[in-house]
């Protein structure tokens, strides 16, 4: 985490967006809200999926780290997997070699990431998710 200028995070682009929090939503003070970003100053523990600059934003504002880009990633490639699954078991896909590797949001908000060739694996893998 590094203190920066606009212009450079910006990177030349001259347009950005402002993600409003709702009201309820927001914890703290906008004082508050900087104190907790300037406290993180130096941290290197950058992560995509658990640990980007989505998660941190929402933590300074809300105390939940979340991103939604991420929560929609892996929405999508749930669907897909048990699409895949589905189509498998019941005869309409007979493809063996294609391999797949998602990352799935379970119902209390944590992600496991799952990797099975299609062909028994998948069902084994999905099995031991449910």
């Known amino acids: 985490m590094e203190q920066t200028t606009l212009e450079n995070f910006l990177g030349g682009r001259d347009q950005f967006t402002v993600v409003n929090y709702p009201s309820n939503k927001v914890l703290y003070t906008n004082q508050q809200i900087v104190e907790r970003a300037y406290r993180c100053l130096g941290e ?4 995509l999926v658990f640990n ?3 998660h941190f934003a929402c933590w300074c504002v809300t105390g939940e780290k979340r991103s939604e ?5 892996m ?3 749930s669907t897909a997997v048990l699409s895949y699954y589905a189509l498998q078991k019941y ?3 007979t ?3 294609a391999p797949i ?7 209390t ?5 799952t990797h099975a060739a299609a062909g028994g694996q998948l069902e084994l893998a999905l099995q031991q998710l449910l």
């Open 75 to 77: 929405l999508h490639s």
């Open 69 to 73: 880009q991420v929560r929609n990633v």
């Open 52 to 54: 980007n600059c989505e």
């Open 109 to 113: 908000g944590t992600s496991v990431l």
């Open 91 to 93: 005869g309409l896909l």
């Open 44 to 47: 290197d523990h950058y992560n």
């Open 95 to 97: 493809t063996t070699s």
């Open 101 to 107: 590797a998602t990352t799935v949001m379970t119902s």
